[in-house]
């Protein structure tokens, strides 16, 4: 009887497909336009360039990637953490050899933040790192409306944290 339930319990176990997995949910991402995609219509013409800017210059200096991103919408998936690591794997943030890649993600919409680590920098900029910049740096400026200069104020602790 016991080998009976093991069994049942394996085919169970090996016909339940995962809830989100990009191949069954065929996500359609935006295209990326650069570093810097505000998808919400958060920042000016002018605060994109700047922080554009700031991005390339240190993608020549060290190869790492950095892309910024405003969404209005995660649907259909649960939370930002699994959008936005589907995200950044979609659109190939960081050099695949070295995985190097870091998103910042936000929504003022949604009222969510989040700093995707590619795994080739977990040891230059810790999930706790990454948590300290969101909760000492960037949500003080958006909590005044300024999501500008949280975002660059961000950046610039990212790149710091990075050296």
Do not use: C
């Amino acid at each position: 009887m016991k080998k009976y339930y093991y069994s049942l319990l394996l085919v169970i176990m090996f016909s339940v497909k995962p809830a989100f997995n990009q191949d069954t949910l065929s996500i359609k991402f935006p295209v990326p336009s650069g570093f810097v995609n505000d998808f919400e219509g958060i920042l000016t013409t002018g605060q994109e360039k700047k922080l554009e800017k700031i991005i390339s210059k240190y993608e020549r200096k060290t190869s790492n990637e950095i892309a910024i991103v405003t969404v209005d919408s995660i649907a259909p998936y649960p939370d930002l953490y699994h959008y936005s690591l589907d995200l950044a794997n979609s659109w190939g943030i960081g050099k695949k050899d070295k995985n190097n890649g870091i998103l910042l993600i936000f929504s003022k919409k949604l009222r969510n933040i989040r700093i995707q680590t590619g795994k080739g920098l977990t040891n230059a900029l810790t999930d706790e790192e990454a948590k300290r910049i969101i909760d000492q740096i960037i949500i003080p400026e958006f909590k005044k409306g300024d999501y500008f200069s949280g975002t660059e104020k961000g950046l610039m602790a990212i790149l710091k944290e990075l050296q």
